[in-house]
């Protein structure tokens, strides 16, 4: 692909009138930034403020040293050192520990963990099922994880049908001819997406619960989440729950009451 010299003022100023243009054009309320180390800092800066909208940048990094200062000219990231360790705790089974490791290491160089994208697969890496075959239950806790936790979520098409393609471009499968509403995952997915809007969870902030090497817990407002790493069924007593005295609690994936 030809590549374009942003450090001329001409080119530079053709970008920003061409992204403030077509997001004027098309009402974009975002925009997706790629591969955004290919360009210089300070022009993503100046590229952002033409746009006037949220911009998501692609820093396909695993090290928040790296990644975290990116967000010092663009409004988000995607979440690239959280999709490894999402990898490593619901794939590979490692500990959840991890979670809160990653978390704590990101507030050193990120300006605002909760505006970051997160997500499981994507259409440049090996589908999570790729990389851990079979492993269903791994993906339907990363999905879970990837719609609750701090950030942006992001759904890959296909996860909702199981996909497992290998690298690019294996994993980017057409999918009008496997599109189906009535798959587990789809309905779980949508169960989630549903409670997820219902708490509007994104007015409270990510409080973490309970957390030790199997099983991980946290909350946003009154919307409890509990999960594993895949070592079978468990059992734990959280303590420090969001939850007041007397109140009824609803599992939205084994109802007993009106959620």
Same mark, same amino acid.
């Given at each position: 692909?030809?590549?374009?010299?942003?450090?001329?003022?001409?080119?530079?100023?053709?970008?920003?009138?061409?992204?403030? @243009?077509?997001?004027?054009?098309?009402?974009?309320?975002?925009?997706?930034?790629?591969?955004?180390?290919?360009?210089?800092?300070?022009?993503?800066?100046?590229?952002?403020?033409?746009?006037?909208?949220?911009?998501?940048?692609?820093?396909?990094?695993?090290?928040?040293?790296?990644?975290?200062?990116?967000?010092?000219?663009?409004?988000?990231?995607?979440?690239?050192?959280?999709?490894?360790?999402?990898?490593?705790?619901?794939?590979?089974?490692?500990?959840?520990?991890?979670?809160?490791?990653?978390?704590?290491?990101?507030?050193?160089?990120?300006?605002?963990?909760?505006?970051?994208?997160?997500?499981?697969? @994507?259409? &440049?890496?090996?589908?999570?099922?790729?990389?851990?075959?079979?492993?269903?239950?791994?993906?339907?806790?990363?999905?879970?994880?990837?719609?609750?936790?701090?950030?942006?979520?992001?759904?890959?098409?296909?996860?909702?049908?199981?996909?497992?393609?290998?690298?690019?471009?294996?994993?980017?499968?057409?999918?009008?001819? &496997? $599109?189906?509403?009535?798959?587990?995952?789809?309905?779980?997915?949508?169960?989630?997406?549903?409670?997820?809007?219902?708490?509007?969870?994104?007015?409270?902030?990510?409080?973490?619960?309970?957390? &030790?090497?199997?099983?991980?817990?946290?909350?946003?407002?009154?919307?409890?989440?509990?999960?594993?790493?895949?070592?079978?069924?468990?059992?734990?007593?959280?303590?420090?729950?969001?939850?007041?005295?007397?109140?009824?609690?609803?599992?939205?994936? $084994?109802?007993?009451?009106?959620?």
């Amino acid at each position: 692909m030809p590549d374009l010299d942003q450090d001329n003022a001409y080119v530079r100023s053709e970008l920003k009138s061409w992204v403030a @243009n077509i997001v004027t054009h098309f009402k974009f309320d975002g925009i997706r930034i790629d591969t955004i180390p290919e360009v210089g800092k300070p022009f993503w800066s100046e590229f952002g403020t033409a746009a006037g909208v949220f911009q998501m940048g692609e820093c396909f990094n695993g090290d928040p040293a790296y990644v975290g200062p990116y967000q010092n000219y663009v409004t988000a990231l995607f979440n690239y050192p959280m999709y490894y360790t999402i990898q490593n705790v619901f794939g590979k089974h490692q500990s959840m520990y991890q979670i809160r490791t990653r978390y704590n290491n990101e507030a050193n160089y990120f300006k605002d963990i909760d505006a970051l994208g997160v997500f499981v697969d @994507n259409h &440049d890496n090996p589908r999570f099922l790729y990389n851990y075959p079979s492993n269903n239950v791994g993906l339907k806790q990363a999905l879970v994880f990837s719609l609750t936790s701090r950030g942006i979520p992001f759904v890959y098409y296909g996860d909702e049908q199981y996909y497992n393609g290998g690298p690019d471009p294996a994993c980017r499968e057409s999918l009008w001819q &496997d $599109y189906n509403t009535n798959s587990d995952i789809y309905k779980m997915i949508a169960k989630v997406n549903a409670q997820r809007k219902k708490s509007a969870i994104w007015n409270y902030s990510y409080v973490e619960r309970y957390a &030790d090497d199997t099983f991980f817990a946290f909350s946003k407002g009154e919307f409890l989440v509990a999960l594993t790493n895949g070592s079978g069924t468990q059992s734990r007593q959280i303590t420090y729950s969001p939850f007041p005295n007397g109140v009824v609690i609803c599992n939205i994936f $084994y109802p007993t009451t009106d959620c």
